[in-house]
């Protein structure tokens, strides 16, 4: 066998209890515990377009998307067809160097980003371009503080970590010094002036819509107001729309529905098209002002490789068409009116739909609700995943692409599995 024929054939070979094994003596036993602790056996095999197989042969209908990666769908042909062209002449490249499809890319976002942003700067993840952004608000402002919201999340990585839920960063003893990382609560307008007021923040971090909480909506004008306050207290608003962004909330940029123009934002997951990962944090003139001082001040091996340059490019005309925009609004209304029935139907349960196009959390009334709508949606064949730091709403994220007859069925099946739910969750009440 040439090439990378052997190990297709180990691991198209192994078996889904082979691979459980596997993955429990050597990558993460503690992931795969509480993931069974759940009742999700899952090993994704097959995969294509909105659905993915289970190695046990389970087809599932994917409205998890892996936090919006899938944004196009699973394995999309045109991004295949992007990627291996480019291979004939690209690879990684030189992260020292210009290059034509870093410059390209960076001009690209520019033309779809707000007008006060200018620079792209790259990366590989959402994470470590929340840590760019971090990194550009406290070379402008002088200052170290970050704001950001209680349950929030914003990565994994060395700064990012700290922004989010102390579950993710106490562990690794990476809270950050006392007073360096504020957390205040989303949309408690109060809480925030009290914390910008002092003068000494760096950035305000949020999510457009927090997805690791569950997709709680901003009020009316809150985002707006944080922005008015940043700029009265030299704050920089960094705009985390890693899964907000790229048409999913009906606009190409989650922020544009709430009218702020952030110093900085953040993209990534569906910037890859689920094929090779990009992430960007673009920035307005002065928070790249680093550059002209020492550019090599920050850089990436693997930030902006042209591979997924080029990949990120094809995303980008795939994402921001009309056509694709008036898909979204079809979508987003058609599975609406269907959940708000599925919604009436089951009332005592079901009690509310958070949206903004294709991005929603259902939430549902009790303390692990969407726990249970997750096993029942998985038994019935969809995959749905409950919110990490609000285990009462399921994430429920379709893609832009979805026609009317995935919605029908996934409708059925939402229908289903719901009302599978409410009713073991009505015995275990009484």
């Known amino acids: 066998m040439k090439g990378g024929g052997l190990y297709m054939f180990r691991l198209a070979s ?26 999700i ?56 160097f210009p290059s034509p499809a870093r410059a390209q890319f960076a001009e690209e976002l520019a033309k779809i980003t707000p007008p006060n942003l200018k620079y792209s700067i790259f990366s590989s993840s959402g994470g470590d ?74 950035a305000v971090v949020i999510e457009t819509i927090p997805a690791t909480y569950g997709f709680p909506i901003p009020k009316e004008g809150y985002l707006a107001a944080v922005k008015e306050l940043c700029q009265t207290y030299g704050t920089l608003y960094v705009a985390d729309e890693v899964q907000t962004g790229l048409m999913r ?52 091996t693997f930030g902006g490789a042209e591979l997924g340059c080029i990949v990120g490019m094809k995303v980008l005309e795939m994402t921001n068409s009309e056509a694709v925009k008036q898909n979204v609004a079809f979508v987003s209304s058609y599975l609406r009116k269907g959940l708000e029935t599925i919604r009436e139907n089951h009332s005592s349960f079901f009690s509310e739909i958070r949206q903004k196009g294709v991005v929603m959390g259902l939430v549902f009334n009790h303390p692990e609700g969407a726990k249970y709508v997750m096993n029942s949606l998985y038994e019935n064949g969809v995959w749905a995943i ?17 026609d009317q007859a995935y919605c029908d069925e996934l409708l059925t099946r939402v229908e289903k599995g719901i009302g599978e739910a409410a009713k073991k969750v009505g015995l275990l009440v009484r």
């Open 14 to 39: 192994l078996t889904k209890k082979e691979a459980l094994d596997k993955g429990a003596k050597w990558w993460n036993p503690g992931k795969e515990k509480q993931w069974l602790d759940d009742g």
């Open 41 to 96: 056996d899952l090993v994704i095999g097959k995969r294509e377009g909105y659905y993915f197989y289970d190695m046990g042969g389970k087809r599932l209908m994917d409205v998890h998307l892996n936090g919006g990666t899938y944004n196009l769908g699973h394995r999309n042909p045109e991004i295949i067809q992007t990627l291996t062209e480019a291979m004939e002449e690209f690879d990684i490249g030189n992260h020292h």
């Open 249 to 300: 909330t009906g606009k190409m940029w989650g922020i544009e529905h709430y009218g702020v123009q952030p110093d900085i934002l953040v993209t990534s997951k569906g910037l890859s098209g689920g094929i090779y990962p990009v992430s960007a944090t673009i920035v307005s003139e002065e928070a790249g002002g680093w550059m002209f001082e020492d550019a090599s001040a920050h850089i990436s």
């Open 386 to 402: 409950y919110s990490m730091l609000d285990p009462r709403v399921l994430q429920f994220k379709p893609g832009i692409l979805c």
């Open 129 to 202: 371009a929340i840590d760019v952004s971090i990194k550009c608000a406290r070379y402008v402002t002088k200052r170290k503080k970050i704001i950001s919201i209680k349950n929030g999340f914003h990565g994994h990585s060395g700064l990012a970590v700290a922004l989010g839920n102390e579950r993710y960063s106490k562990l690794f003893l990476s809270e950050g010094e006392p007073g360096e990382y504020i957390h205040v609560p989303f949309n408690d307008l109060d809480a925030m002036e009290q914390a910008i007021s002092k003068g000494d923040a760096a």
